[in-house]
Every structure is written in structure tokens, then in C-alpha cells.
């Protein structure tokens, strides 16, 4: 799992370095461009506060944005979600408010001290990531760009496990299956590069 997180983040970098325009051309001008972003923020809901990174790359057409995601989610249960992003300025201008809207799902990766329960450890299964809001874009120069954004995410999560009994007399223990549906307010930092 880990490996896979890595080979996504080096994939990114990869398109990072191979789609910067060539000094002196005017972005401007062009129909399509390629534009990353990074986000760090902090979600918040009824468990404790955690942070959340994000990045997205993909192209902008005219004042539109679509891209593909990955991010690192430490809300209640760790997990790596994988997503598709539409984002639309609302105005033709440096300075604009945004709508924003991501769905995917997620990869577990869950830390090593959340998985003990009662002497097994439990399997995690990523479900359905979504993340919906609205932001300000606040333009630095012609590539680089600040965005501050306010959403509402919901993560959905599957554990199963088989109770550990040593003294258990039949009928065992059958498997038992949790699913969390974690909704949660997010306030982000982008820088658009």
C-alpha cells in the first residue's frame, strides 16, 4: 500500500517536471494548460481535529479546472484518498471566489496502533471520499496562485475483523464488520503553481 502511495506521489512529480511551459510562452494565450496545486488544511468534526494534505494536477480551460488527486486524510482513521477534482472561477479576474467538488475513494493506511482489537487485527476497505465547497483565488503572478478554500467532506470506511477468543466453546466468534461514515468541515491552504 505504501509502495503505491509512493509510485502516485512520484508519478505526480514526474508530470510536474514534463509539463511546465517553456520559458517565455504566455499561459495566457493557450486554450489548455496544465496546473498542479498543493493543499495543506485541517479537518474538523464530532472526533478530534486533524490535518489533510492534498495534491492535484491537471488542466484549466477557461476559468474551468479538472484534475486528478491524492491526498493524506489523518481524520479518526488514516487513509490516502484518490480523487477527481472540478474546480470553476466564477469571475474573469486575478482575484476570484471559486466552486469546487471532489469524488473518489481511498486507500487504508491505517497506523499500527489503531489496528489491535482484542488480539486480531482488523482488514480496512476504502469506500466513497467526497469533498464539496467554495473558496477565493487570489493571483500571485501569471503561473503562481494562493487558494483558500472551506468544504465539507465525508469519508466512508469498511473494517472487518474475527474476534480472538482462547476459551471460546462453540458457536465461535463470527467475523464482525464496521462500516464509518466520517463527516467532517475542512479548511484548506493551495498554493497553484
Not at 66 to 78: Q, V
Not at 152 to 167: A, G, H, N, Q, R
Request: hydrophobic share 35%; net charge positive.
Amino acid at each position: 500500500m505504501k509502495k503505491t502511495i509512493i509510485t502516485g506521489f512520484a508519478l505526480m512529480a514526474f508530470s510536474i517536471l514534463h509539463a511546465q511551459s517553456p520559458s517565455g510562452r504566455n499561459l495566457a494565450n493557450r486554450k489548455f494548460h496544465y496546473q498542479g496545486t498543493v493543499h495543506i488544511g485541517m479537518l474538523n468534526g464530532s472526533s478530534s481535529a486533524a490535518t489533510n494534505l492534498q495534491t492535484v494536477h491537471g488542466v484549466t480551460y477557461r476559468g474551468w479546472f479538472t484534475g486528478i488527486g491524492i491526498g493524506l486524510d489523518n481524520y479518526s482513521y488514516r487513509t490516502a484518498p484518490l480523487f477527481v477534482e472540478l474546480r470553476k472561477n466564477l469571475l474573469n479576474k486575478p482575484a476570484t471566489p471559486f466552486l469546487f467538488a471532489d469524488i473518489g475513494g481511498q486507500i487504508p493506511w491505517v497506523k499500527d496502533g489503531q489496528t489491535f482489537w482484542w488480539g486480531t487485527k482488523p482488514e480496512y476497505k476504502g469506500k466513497l471520499y467526497t469533498n464539496i465547497g467554495a473558496g477565493y483565488r487570489f493571483t500571485l503572478s501569471q503561473k503562481y496562485a494562493l487558494l483558500f478554500s472551506a468544504s465539507y467532506s465525508v469519508k466512508k470506511l469498511k473494517e472487518s475483523y474475527t474476534p480472538y477468543c482462547d476459551f471460546c466453546v462453540p458457536p465461535y466468534p463470527t467475523e464482525v464488520v464496521n462500516e464509518y461514515t466520517l463527516r467532517r468541515l475542512s479548511l484548506m491552504l493551495g498554493f497553484v503553481f
